[in-house]
């Protein structure tokens, strides 16, 4: 099984600032995927950004970029130049790279960001 | 096509009535994933397809609930007996899973469900 936490509840970040939001994972797969998704108030939610885990290279989309650390079983989310359309709640997720489970998201408590102007 | 589609996007009932929702997935995509999400929480998984069979149900769900997807289309899910606990967000996602890996989900905007 796979559980994934947020210890930040909440975050705040003037706009055109850079934040960085937390998560940390356990699993017993050598192979697994992670996720970051944006829950924007009252609208659907969207993928940000996806990491391999068998990939040393950080992901990177745009301002949105990861710091995955496999040994310390961390993913953190950097966003840099932080938008007012960036206030959101995010959602970090792991599913396992195969077996049955393969494509079953377990999804974080999730962090509220709100960018201030 | 247009994205994955929710129907209804809120549904007030009263306790002890069922109640059904659909959800229609991107057409290319080969699973369908029902999750439901209480207000400040993370979406909880309840069930996914593969094509139309239904390949994993969480322990958590009641007999009341119940979920199809006939021929592999768009699904149904089902809440008999509705109880006040029952009141939630449910998500419908699709994605597209192969050999070559998992590329996430695409979400629908949920039915907002509230049992009264």
């Known amino acids: 099984a796979q559980t994934v936490t947020q210890s930040q509840p909440e975050m705040s970040v003037q706009e055109a600032e850079t934040v960085t939001l937390s998560c940390t994972y356990d699993?017993?797969?050598?192979?697994?995927?992670l996720f970051w998704y944006k829950q924007p108030p009252s609208r659907q939610m969207i993928l940000v950004i996806r990491?391999?885990?068998?990939?040393?290279q950080n992901a990177t989309e745009n301002r949105f970029s990861v710091n995955f650390q496999k040994a310390a079983k961390s993913f953190s989310l950097k966003i840099s130049d932080s938008q007012l359309g960036d206030t959101a709640m995010y959602f970090c997720?792991?599913?396992?790279?195969?077996?049955?489970?393969?494509?079953?998201?377990?999804f974080g408590q999730g962090t509220i960001l709100t960018v201030h102007p | 096509d247009t994205g994955v589609s929710q129907d209804p996007r809120h549904k007030i009932t009263k306790r002890g009535q069922n109640v059904t929702f659909r959800c229609d997935p991107i057409?290319?995509?080969?699973?369908l994933y029902w999750y439901r999400q209480t207000l400040g929480q993370g979406p909880e998984f309840l069930t996914y397809?593969?094509?139309?069979?239904?390949?994993?149900k969480s322990r958590l769900l009641s007999d009341r609930f119940s979920a199809e997807r006939p021929k592999g289309s768009f699904s149904t899910l089902e809440i008999q007996r509705t109880e006040q606990g029952d009141s939630a967000m449910y998500l419908c996602?699709?994605?597209?899973?192969?050999?070559?890996?998992?590329?996430?989900?695409?979400f629908g905007s949920g039915t907002r469900l509230t049992v009264v």
């Open positions: 997720a792991s599913t396992p790279g195969g077996g049955t489970s393969y494509g079953k998201l377990t």
């Open positions: 699993t017993s797969e050598s192979n697994y995927y």
């Open positions: 990491q391999e885990a068998y990939k040393q």
């Open positions: 057409s290319e995509h080969n699973r």
């Open positions: 397809f593969q094509n139309e069979a239904q390949l994993e």
């Open positions: 996602a699709s994605s597209l899973v192969s050999g070559q890996g998992d590329y996430g989900y695409t």
